[in-house]
């Protein structure tokens, strides 16, 4: 009565998934995360379509609003504990904690931007996510 097709064992993806940690710490470097040797970023936040060292196509990430998101969260919670022991340790003038923290938020959203959307491309691409499955099983068929 009862249907046992869900417990049956599935079969193992055709490609496995690649190393994540590696291809972040290359995406975080700006780097490509399949060789780690050509830009994936060619201006601030544009990313290149393709890898000039092996040719890994990048036109159909989708970072969209996640470095951001990834951006805002970090600087905030970095920030917010700051600005409570400084308001009430020190008890600046409030344009003196205005001004260092205006600074300081933007300083680290500006380094911290390019740095998560190369971590969010290389994400993408270790996972196999949003065409990066593609173009490696065309390489394949087409050898």
């Not at 869900?6 to 700006?30: F, M, N, S, V, Y």
């Not at 995360?33 to 890898?51: A, F, I, R, T």
């Not at 060292?53 to 970095?78: K, M, Q, S, W």
Request: proline share 7%.
């Amino acid at each position: 009565m009862t249907d046992t097709q869900g417990l049956t064992p599935q079969k193992a993806p055709i490609h496995e998934d690649r190393p994540t940690k590696p291809a972040l710490w290359k995406g975080w470097r700006g780097r490509c995360p399949k060789c780690g040797e050509g830009k994936l970023l060619h201006s601030y936040l544009k990313v290149n379509d393709s890898c000039s060292n092996c040719g890994e196509e990048f036109h159909h990430h989708r970072a969209d609003d996640g470095p951001a998101y990834l951006t805002i969260l970090i600087v905030g919670h970095l920030m917010a504990p700051l600005m409570h022991y400084m308001a009430f340790e020190w008890r600046p003038s409030p344009w003196v904690m205005a001004s260092v923290f205006s600074t300081g938020c933007l300083a680290a959203s500006l380094y911290l931007l390019p740095h998560l959307k190369g971590v969010v491309v290389a994400y993408q691409w270790a996972r196999r996510m949003h065409g990066f499955d593609k173009s490696s099983e065309q390489k394949v068929s087409a050898a």
